[in-house]
Every structure is written in structure tokens, then in C-alpha cells.
């Protein structure tokens, strides 16, 4: 089993920055795809960003240019830099993993989950 545990979440103003991080434990998260997904209330959870072993980012639209996802492999934790946050960016946010060097912004692919952490933007 992995373990995934994110923190970094809280209440921001509308064009403020959070950074999220997201600690893997349990095994070895090096080869893993990564990605960070989104949920707020009465939506459908949403695909937000993801990262492969290789390298290679994949993004949704309405966060292109504002998120980043990194990861750090010696520290078995991957990071969304969230900036120029919008109020439409509240959600609970949670990481994901799987074992494969694809990207996929399908939540189905994914094989581990965190329990997410709560991102307020107030307008």
C-alpha cells in the first residue's frame, strides 16, 4: 500500500499563492505518475494537474499559467503551486498516484488517493 498525505491548504484571498504538498509513504514513489485532483461541493471531482516519473506535466485548461506540480523523488512528495488563485478554485484538493509513467487525467487510472486538503478563496 501507499500512503498519501497532503497539507498545505487553507483560506486565501483571490490572487493569493498556496502551495500544496502531498508526502507518499509506504513504499518507493519514485517511478510513480502523479496528479492532483479537485472536488467542491456538488461538483464532480476534477482533474487539476499531473506529473509522470519521466518528467512530462500535463495540465487542465483553467490552471494553466497559475499551477505548477513538482515533485521531489528523494522526498517521496509532490507540490502544486497554486498562484494568482480564483474563488473558483475552492475545493478539496488531493493527490494521486499510480504506478505507470503515463499521464491521465482520469480518476479511474489512479490506484492510491490521499484524503484531500481543503483550498478557500474568497472573493
Known amino acids: 500500500q501507499v500512503q498519501l498525505v497532503e497539507s498545505g491548504g487553507g483560506l486565501v484571498q483571490a490572487g493569493e499563492s498556496l502551495r500544496l504538498s502531498c508526502v507518499a509513504s509506504g513504499r518507493t514513489f519514485s517511478t510513480y505518475t502523479v496528479g492532483w485532483f479537485r472536488q467542491a461541493p456538488g461538483k464532480e471531482r476534477e482533474f487539476v494537474a499531473a506529473k509522470s516519473w519521466t518528467g512530462g506535466n500535463l495540465y487542465t485548461d483553467s490552471v494553466k499559467g497559475r499551477f505548477t506540480i513538482s515533485r521531489d523523488n528523494a522526498k517521496n512528495t509532490v507540490y502544486l503551486q497554486m498562484n494568482s488563485l480564483k474563488p473558483e478554485d475552492t475545493a478539496v484538493y488531493a493527490c494521486?498516484?499510480?504506478?505507470?509513467?503515463?499521464?491521465?487525467?482520469?480518476?479511474?487510472?489512479?490506484?492510491?488517493w490521499g484524503q484531500g486538503t481543503q483550498v478557500t478563496v474568497s472573493s
Open positions: 494521486a498516484a499510480k504506478y505507470s509513467g503515463s499521464l491521465s487525467p482520469r480518476p479511474g487510472g489512479y490506484d492510491y
